[in-house]
């Protein structure tokens, strides 16, 4: 067991609260902890501390929330009088600078949520879900100037089930990934740990998720490519389509079979034919001839809905037709 190091953690949400722990647990000294500024969130725009700050006031940590960091002299100071053995960064939602890149005798060491080269950038565990990755996982990397091009150091896989999504994905990788980082650190100051340079000619990108990502595309995306977008991109940005010129956000759906063909976005009902829209399921054609069915359904200006409740009270439902304002007032 190697002697404990000096460090300082850099992260901000909750993913990256787990390795602030175990670091803690391990007995590692974090001399300092650098987290963004506290942010309005939700509509009444109430300030809200991150989640890193949180837990290290009640781990007795120093927290430090500078806006800027790449000039910023007066922190340049304070890391450098610190002398780290290490910086160890989490989801901290900054580019580090040079200076800093350059402070640390073991290196910056950063926790990444998928398996380098694939999906370097901001949002890989989203992504590997919307795409349909089967297995993903987590990989501590040297950190250098690129986006997430430094050398490999540890990685551990996890197997994605079909129904798993990003809000299940984040916690369990953010729990596997702690003692990960644990280890990294002890293979590195024991110097047994050798990096390994990633292969570029694989390399992905997993940008930055927008609110227009969770649009459906019925004519250009399969049922289970809208499934597993879906599945990504829990809670944010979800999915939607439009119909009659409103927002259609899709809060549960699912591939499902049907033998009937028909444009991409047109509706089909299945259940019962007494009239009453009780027990009916609502599903949608999709590219490749591949059905989807929409269980859960919040139209704009309205609550959210099960299916069965969305098709009440309209006249022909088989006349319905999701996707952009044109296509469905067609």
């Known amino acids: 067991m190697v002697k404990p190091l000096r460090l300082v953690f850099c992260g901000t949400p909750e993913f990256a609260v787990p390795t602030l722990e175990a670091l803690v647990d391990a007995g590692h000294e974090v001399a300092a902890v650098l987290t963004q500024p506290d942010r309005p969130?939700?509509?009444?725009?109430?300030m809200t501390a991150p989640a890193v700050k949180l837990r290290a006031l009640e781990l007795g940590l120093a927290v430090d929330?500078?806006?800027t960091i790449r000039r910023n002299e007066p922190l340049r100071a304070r890391l450098e009088a610190l002398a780290p053995d290490a910086i160890v960064v989490v989801a901290y939602g900054r580019i580090l600078p040079e200076w800093m890149l350059q402070l640390p005798r073991l290196g910056c060491i950063n926790l990444h949520g998928s398996l380098l080269p694939r999906h370097r950038g901001a949002a890989p565990i989203q992504w590997a879900l919307a795409l349909g990755d089967r297995v993903t996982g987590n990989t501590t990397m040297l950190l250098d100037a690129g986006l997430d091009t430094g050398p490999i150091l540890l990685q551990q896989?996890?197997?994605?089930t079909p129904e798993m999504t990003s809000m299940e994905l984040f916690p369990l990788l953010a729990t596997r990934g702690a003692p990960l980082m644990v280890e990294t650190l002890q293979g590195l100051a024991a110097g047994t740990l050798v990096p390994q340079a990633q292969d570029a000619s694989q390399a992905t990108l997993a940008r930055l998720l927008?609110?227009?990502?969770?649009?459906?595309?019925?004519a250009q995306q399969t049922a289970t490519e809208i499934w597993n977008r879906w599945r990504g991109f829990q809670p944010w940005p979800g999915v939607f389509t439009v119909w009659q010129g409103r927002k259609l956000i899709v809060h549960r759906l699912r591939p499902a079979e049907l033998a009937?063909?028909?444009q991409p976005g047109e509706v089909?009902?299945?259940?019962?034919?007494s009239g009453s829209s009780a027990g009916q399921r609502l599903l949608v054609a999709c590219a490749g001839g591949s059905w989807l069915e929409l269980v859960e359904v919040q139209l704009e200006g309205r609550g959210r809905v099960r299916a069965e409740e969305f098709l009440r009270g309209?006249?022909?439902a088989s006349a319905i037709r999701f996707g952009t304002p044109a296509e469905s007032e067609a």
């Not at 927008?210 to 019925?218: H, L, M």
């Not at 089909?268 to 034919?273: A, E, K, L």
């Open 210 to 218: 927008t609110r227009e990502d969770g649009r459906i595309e019925f």
């Open 268 to 273: 089909r009902v299945q259940g019962s034919t």
């Open 314 to 316: 309209l006249p022909d």
């Open 157 to 160: 896989t996890v197997e994605l």
């Open 65 to 67: 929330q500078p806006e």
């Open 260 to 262: 009937a063909t028909a």
């Open 41 to 46: 969130v939700g509509r009444r725009q109430v």
